[in-house]
């Protein structure tokens, strides 16, 4: 049981971070996914593909700032990549290239502001458990700052996710996990508003390894 809960709160939240974006960010970094954007259509709100189609709409906004934690930052491009509401990956592929079909981009106005509209994934199965075990529920975020190489924030999760022990939540409180969402029913949407200070996250130091 002791094994399971730490791959559960390691394994599923932290590993996962990186495993589609890895597999796109051998060779040029160029290759990246957060990358397959037009710079001339980028703004601070985007909309995942499917999003009018799904049951639990999630709308994530909020600011980022600057590592001082006031000042906002502009012009920063946030991406976000997604499982389905089952829980998966799905994936398309388009010039040769595989790319998840659940994802979006928004570069902060000069307020630092950004929206996207989604929906509330499914909990994927933890790998290496047996029975299969359901982990938490996720959305893996990307941040390009100007002029910066892109790097990994913490996975965004659920507060009310019953994957999240008690004893989970001690574990992420002591690596400084920044990825937590809280929710709040608005009309036929969930809404969390999450704020972000860049360099900040233990999400970064699992991409550097």
Same mark, same amino acid.
């Given at each position: 049981?002791? !094994?399971? +809960? #730490?791959?559960?709160?390691?394994?599923? #939240?932290?590993?996962?971070?990186?495993?589609?974006?890895?597999?796109?960010?051998?060779?040029? !970094?160029?290759?990246?996914?957060?990358?397959?954007?037009?710079?001339?259509?980028? *703004? @601070? $709100?985007?909309?995942?593909?499917?999003?009018?189609?799904?049951? *639990?709409?999630?709308? %994530?906004?909020?600011?980022?700032?600057? @590592?001082?934690?006031?000042?906002?930052?502009?012009?920063?491009?946030?991406?976000?990549?997604?499982?389905?509401?089952?829980?998966?990956?799905?994936?398309?592929? &388009?010039?040769?290239?595989?790319?998840? &079909?659940?994802?979006?981009?928004?570069?902060?106005?000069?307020?630092?502001?950004? $929206?996207?509209?989604?929906?509330?994934?499914?909990?994927?199965?933890?790998?290496? $458990?047996?029975?299969?075990?359901?982990?938490?529920?996720? %959305?893996?975020? =990307?941040?390009?700052?100007?002029?910066?190489? &892109?790097?990994?924030?913490?996975?965004? %999760?659920?507060?009310?996710?019953?994957?999240?022990?008690?004893?989970?939540?001690?574990?992420?409180?002591? +690596?400084?996990? !920044?990825? +937590?969402?809280?929710?709040?029913?608005?009309? *036929?949407?969930?809404?969390?508003?999450?704020?972000? =200070?860049? *360099?900040?996250?233990?999400?970064?130091? +699992?991409?550097?390894?």
């Amino acid at each position: 049981m002791k !094994k399971q +809960i #730490v791959l559960i709160c390691f394994i599923v #939240v932290l590993s996962l971070t990186n495993k589609f974006f890895a597999q796109e960010t051998s060779g040029d !970094k160029k290759e990246s996914p957060l990358y397959d954007y037009s710079e001339k259509q980028l *703004n @601070n $709100t985007d909309t995942i593909p499917s999003f009018k189609d799904q049951e *639990n709409k999630l709308k %994530i906004t909020g600011t980022i700032y600057y @590592n001082d934690g006031i000042t906002p930052a502009k012009d920063v491009v946030l991406y976000i990549y997604q499982p389905s509401e089952e829980g998966h990956f799905k994936t398309n592929k &388009e010039n040769g290239k595989k790319y998840v &079909e659940h994802r979006g981009w928004v570069k902060t106005d000069e307020d630092g502001r950004y $929206t996207f509209y989604t929906f509330i994934p499914g909990a994927p199965y933890v790998p290496l $458990t047996y029975p299969r075990t359901l982990g938490m529920k996720q %959305i893996l975020p =990307v941040i390009k700052e100007p002029g910066k190489p &892109e790097y990994d924030f913490d996975a965004f %999760i659920f507060d009310d996710d019953p994957a999240i022990s008690s004893r989970c939540r001690k574990k992420l409180d002591r +690596i400084g996990y !920044k990825g +937590i969402l809280k929710l709040e029913k608005q009309g *036929n949407m969930y809404v969390a508003t999450k704020d972000i =200070v860049l *360099n900040t996250g233990s999400a970064m130091i +699992i991409a550097s390894l």
